[in-house]
């Protein structure tokens, strides 16, 4: 007979508030907003029980503009993506990540860095009036995603110029959105302490009366399987390596220490597109509920650090066994990387 394990929970205290800081996912890219398949699949992400995801962070929005020349855009693609988010009640975690026809070219040329917080003060004028200013101030406004894997190739200078755009870009509508970054991939990685230095004691390109501001700290920490049919993915592994940048911040930057923390690309797997045969089982909800309760008990139980939200990339168009949130049964064959949706 198989030893049983009873457990005994006293529900006559409430012990401390438990947040749910779980309640983003997110996808690459932003032209997928504009197909049917993932119009539906936000349907149901909105509809989940008691708000169970409320944010959507989607690489490249800023691909979906078009410029008309001088400094105008046709905003008519993404603003019907964002009008999809808004309408299943989902709110943008809007990375200012892509580059509207090829326009920005040196982020160390003071005209391009002009040109990008323009476009930024445009988006956040728009959105504030078609949304409300009380809506837009809910959203995250991060950096580009994953500077320090490749995707970025205008230099550490370049990155602090078009930091500096942005913040610059949303204080000239309204101070209070939210700003932050830099999304990295790399634990400590060389972008990731240049942006945590100069929001500490550098001085903005574009105002030069101090550091620009940062209102969260955002990093990616993921599980790392031995496997691809590992049970067992290195769940406090992500938390370790959080906990590794709240000591680099206390050690070096004790100002920016009590910012909120982020892993806005928390999975457990690494590669949306990988198959685990775990994965479309009730294993998947067990480990995301194990890596929910590690940071609970590691970090915010014991207040380590202001960890504030923690979000998974995995609402992607795959099967059963990839890293999604549904599973796709349909005519249309979506590959590995999903780089076919183009709007050119």
């Known amino acids: 007979m198989r030893e049983r394990t009873r457990i005994s929970v006293d529900a006559g205290e409430a012990v401390r508030p438990f947040n749910r800081f779980w309640r983003g996912t997110g996808f690459s890219p932003a032209e997928l907003l504009l197909e049917p398949e993932m119009r539906q699949m936000l349907a149901y992400i909105g509809a ?22 001088g400094a105008g855009y046709d905003w008519s693609l993404l603003d019907r993506a964002l009008d999809v988010m808004i309408e299943h009640r989902l709110k943008p975690f809007f990375e200012l990540m892509g580059n509207p026809s090829g326009l920005f070219t040196d982020y160390e040329d003071m005209d391009q860095v002009k040109r990008w917080r323009d476009l930024v003060t445009a988006t956040a004028d728009r959105y504030g009036a078609r949304y409300g200013m009380d809506e837009l ?9 994953e500077a320090d894997s490749g995707w970025w190739t205008y230099g550490i200078k370049g990155y602090t110029n078009y930091y500096d755009a942005c913040v610059a870009g949303l204080d000239a509508v309204d101070p209070g959105l939210p700003m932050g970054g830099p999304g990295t991939a790399r634990t400590l990685s060389p972008i990731f302490r240049a942006l945590m230095a100069h929001c500490d004691n550098g001085a903005s390109c574009l105002i030069g009366n101090g550091p620009p501001r940062l209102d969260y700290i955002s990093i990616h920490e993921k599980g790392v399987n031995g496997s691809k049919d590992d049970l067992t993915p ?28 982020v892993n806005d690309e928390c999975d457990p797997q690494l590669g949306w597109s990988d198959h685990h045969s775990w994965h479309g089982k009730a294993y998947y909800a067990g480990i995301i509920a194990r890596i929910i309760e590690q940071h609970d008990r ?5 207040k380590a650090a202001d960890f504030a939200f923690l979000s998974n990339d995995n609402a992607f168009i795959g099967g059963w066994s990839q890293r999604t949130i549904f599973a796709y049964f349909g005519p249309r064959n979506f590959t590995k990387a999903q780089w076919e949706h183009k709007t050119d």
């Open 48 to 69: 989940l029980p008691n708000e169970g995801i409320r944010y959507l962070r989607v690489h490249y929005l800023y691909n979906l503009l078009r410029s008309t020349g």
């Open 137 to 145: 101030r809910t959203w995250y406004f991060e950096t580009t995603n």
């Open 234 to 261: 290195k769940t406090n592994a992500i938390v370790d390596r959080t906990l590794l940048v709240v000591d680099y911040l206390k050690e070096h930057h004790p100002r920016l220490a009590g910012l909120p923390i």
């Open 298 to 302: 590691r970090i915010i139980a014991p």
